[in-house]
């Protein structure tokens, strides 16, 4: 599963000293920045590990062009992402959970959306800086900067910022 393959990426990126930026650039260009229509929701929704980690992410989105694209070797046409969208959520958080497979369900119909989510409860400092006030909550960014956020389980309202956004 493209998911696995991820975690298991990431992990070795942050553990080698020398190569973990170039690892990251990989890891980054390879499974976040293009959404395989068929598989995106296994591809697109991955944990953030840390502030750094976060920063990078947002701002390789920023850098993506819109008109820039490729076939993939199983014929898939991989496209760069127009929206970020950012999860805030905990483990112990209920509504959270009964969120993700709504949102998973959301990012198959959206692929032109990059999808990660960070864990509160681990990350407390950059939630804090994010202005996290309730959970879940969902931050969009466009071109490296904020444009909204929802602290909602709502999907047909996530839905519509999606809309709004793209």
Known sequence: MPGCRMAAAGEAASSASGAADTAKVTLYEEFS???????????VIFEITSAEHFEDVVSRAA???????????Q???????????VQIHAGWCRVCKGLQPKLLKLITKHPEVLCCKINKAHHEELAAKLGVR??????????????DHHTTANINTIEEAIRDNT
């Open 63 to 73: 850098g993506a062009d819109e008109h820039e694209g490729y076939e993939d070797a």
């Open 134 to 147: 309730g959970l879940p909550m969902l931050i969009f960014y466009k071109n490296g900067k904020r444009v």
């Open 33 to 43: 920045r293009y959404a395989d229509r068929r598989s995106v929701a296994q591809e």
């Open 75 to 85: 014929g898939n046409w991989r496209v760069p992402h127009k929206l970020m969208m």
